[in-house]
């Protein structure tokens, strides 16, 4: 039989959920899988943040450094990938500013 490696998940994680959040006091949505959204929870969590506080700063941060990041979704995305690639290995610090910039 053949042993899953990569495949080997509840599926739950894989629906959308839309929440509620408030970004610097502008109510909004963001639609997210369910693993993003427990991602975004134990990193708030580990920051005692709310949800919200988290999201907000992380907006507040792409308004400052990342003026031309147009998809906040993908953008919160990336920030719970790339918070996850650095607790995974905290001694390899990936050096994000190698890939190219798209315009």
Known sequence: MLRT???NFNTDLL???QRSVRLNGIATCLR???IYWSIIE???RE???TVGKLISRWAMEMDLAH???WN???YVRVVCVVQLMRRADPARQMDL???PVVT
Do not use: N, P, V, W
């Open 5 to 7: 490696t990569y495949c």
């Open 15 to 17: 629906k959308l959920r």
């Open 32 to 34: 997210l899988e369910e």
């Open 42 to 44: 134990e990193l708030a």
């Open 47 to 49: 920051e005692s943040l």
């Open 67 to 69: 003026e031309s990041t």
């Open 72 to 74: 906040f979704t993908g």
């Open 97 to 99: 500013a190698q890939y």
